[in-house]
């Protein structure tokens, strides 16, 4: 079973690079972009459907319950397919997104709709690795490969038990360690991946917002929504040269402090700032450079009423 699914990973991996093989090799550089928007919009309604249903935004429909219309086995297939296509999914996702950083097409109209339907996609798989990661998740709760019931050999078949109540009890068992064996490797895998995903995302979003034409506002709009971390976003920003609205840089007059931080709130002593990473922290204005105290004064100033 274990060789199985190392060939299939092997032979999943063989399959994206000849498709790139063959795109770069086969097809034009204005006919490259158009041949990967037909291939992208189908298999990425398809995931995202995947992702949805194994990591509900609510936590009511798990896929993981037991089912009591079906007999123990087939449950614990049915949650042991659902982990191991959750996983191949954004083992996929993390190949493909490694390898569309690289890709360089002619500067067309398929090429702006594909930027803006792969980072919308990459947005929604990093969206759903943090909904399905579980901030409780036990990591040092045992899990057991084989149990021991009653006296029963440990690891015997539920079928081998002719007491209904006992066999009952003992599939209860079997099914909570399994449940819990399944969790672990989602939780473990998801863990690992959300500190791939977001760095090839932040390559990825950089190499093609960064190639003409321009989507500057698209971009800072897209991060907005999907409320992308404040520090990564000032990552890409400060790499495409865009204005990041609110922060600045910050210094003290001794200039042993400098920070890019943007300002929440202020009183005639006291400035309240937000860094790029979202911690927030007060400092005295009088600590500050002139610069940056005449720029909490400005801010403090009423605004001018406009006439209706």
């Keep these: 079973m274990r060789f199985l699914k190392m060939f299939n990973v092997f032979f999943t991996v063989l399959f994206y690079i000849a498709i790139m093989m063959f795109v770069s090799i086969t097809m034009s550089e204005e006919t490259k972009p158009r041949y990967l928007l037909s ?36 449950n614990i297939k049915h949650i042991r397919t659902n982990t191991d296509n959750i996983i191949q999914i954004l083992y996929e996702a993390r190949l493909e997104l490694a390898t569309y950083i690289n890709i360089q097409p002619s500067n067309c109209d398929d090429y702006v709709k594909i930027r803006s339907a792969l980072s919308k996609y990459y947005l929604d798989v990093l969206r759903y690795i943090n909904l399905g990661i579980d901030p409780k998740h036990d990591y ?49 895998y998801l863990m690992d991946i959300k500190t791939i995903i977001p760095e090839l995302l932040n390559k990825y979003l950089i190499a093609s917002y960064s190639r003409t034409p321009r989507a500057d506002n698209e971009l800072v709009e897209l991060l907005e929504k999907y409320k992308y971390p404040a520090a990564e976003k000032a990552k890409i920003f400060k790499a495409l040269n865009i204005p990041y609205k609110g922060f600045r840089e910050w210094r003290t007059n001794d200039g042993l402090l400098t920070l890019t931080a943007k300002l929440i709130s202020a009183d005639k002593n006291e400035v309240k700032l937000e ?27 009423p605004k001018p009423k406009t006439s209706p």
């Design 140 to 188: 040092n709760r045992e899990i057991y490969l084989n149990i021991g019931y009653k006296g029963y050999m440990p690891g015997i078949s539920p079928e081998a038990i002719e007491n209904p109540v006992d066999r009952k009890e003992y599939e209860k068992i079997l099914w909570d360690n399994d449940v819990l064996a399944n969790e672990r490797r989602i939780q473990t």
């Design 275 to 301: 860094k790029e990473d979202g911690k927030k922290f007060t400092i005295e204005i009088a600590y500050l450079r002139k610069e940056d105290q005449d720029y909490v004064k400005k801010q403090r100033e």
């Design 39 to 74: 291939v992208l919009k189908e298999s990425q309604e398809k995931t995202v459907v995947s992702l949805c249903q194994f990591f509900p935004e609510t936590k009511e429909d798990k896929l993981n319950d037991y089912n009591p219309q079906k007999t123990y086995f087939e």
